[in-house]
């Protein structure tokens, strides 16, 4: 199976700073029609998972344009321009290339 | 609006069956691959199984190969998961999220609210 291993898993952020949060994948996420499948998904407290960002950079609606999504082949970034306090949750990346889909660890934000 | 609705969860004894649904409504739910997630209390999220849009096509983790079963009625708009020999470590939160629509490749961008099954005796 594809690891997906997440950094850093805990990540406090001051109100109106900047986060970053790398993942990689122990295999290139490439498909064989070029497209990578690398999502990002934000779980809030008691909530379901909600999708951010599929392949590797495309916001889904009604995400706020401070989610940005970059990488390639093995290694990809979600960054968040300008933290605020409803960001507050457990970050994950998900690659949908290869089967068995593979879920990181999470990165627990927090409001420092 | 989207919306996928979980239910038949609850407490099973280990060694034990479940069958769990997943009422789909506000789009053409036979167009889209489908898939099932779980989440142990406290812990990350774990890809059970998915199916495709027609039901041609199955597949499953490792973990629960050979126990569990997907399935889907596209005539009633709803996925299945039949779970079976069930164990402690199965013990999650189960989440059914919408795949790609057919041709495309897509995981999880609508999920249902989750339906919780507790292993234990």
């Known amino acids: 199976d594809v690891v997906m291993t997440q950094s850093p898993l805990s990540l406090p952020v001051t109100l109106g700073q900047p986060a970053s949060i790398s993942c990689r994948s122990s295999?290139?996420?490439?498909?064989?029609?070029?497209?990578?499948?690398l999502n990002w998904f934000q779980q809030r407290p008691g909530q379901s998972p909600r999708r951010l960002i599929y392949?590797?950079?495309n916001r889904d609606s009604g995400v706020p344009d401070r989610f940005s999504g970059s990488g390639s082949g093995t290694d990809f970034t979600l960054k968040i321009s300008r933290v605020e306090a409803e960001d507050v949750g457990v970050y994950y990346c998900?690659?949908?290339?290869?089967?068995?889909?593979?879920f990181g660890q999470g990165t627990k934000l927090e409001i420092k | 609006e989207v919306q996928l609705v979980e239910s038949g969860g609850g407490l099973v004894q280990p060694g034990g069956s479940l069958r769990l649904s997943c009422a789909a409504s506000?789009?053409?739910?036979?167009?889209?691959?489908m898939h099932w997630v779980r989440q142990a209390p406290g812990k990350g999220l774990e890809y059970v199984s998915a199916?495709?849009?027609?039901?041609?096509?199955?597949f499953y983790a490792n973990s629960v190969k050979g126990r569990f079963t997907i399935s889907r009625d596209n005539s009633k708009n709803t996925l299945y998961l039949q779970m079976g020999s069930l164990r402690a470590e199965d013990m999650a939160v189960y989440y059914c999220?919408?795949?790609?629509?057919?041709?495309?490749?897509?995981?999880?961008?609508?999920w249902g609210q989750g339906t919780l099954v507790t292993v234990s005796s």
């Open positions: 999220a919408r795949g790609g629509i057919v041709g495309t490749r897509s995981q999880g961008d609508y």
């Open positions: 506000g789009f053409t739910f036979r167009s889209y691959a």
């Open positions: 199916i495709s849009s027609n039901g041609g096509g199955t």
């Open positions: 295999q290139s996420l490439v498909y064989s029609d070029g497209n990578t499948f």
């Open positions: 392949e590797v950079s």
């Open positions: 998900l690659q949908g290339t290869h089967w068995p889909y593979t």
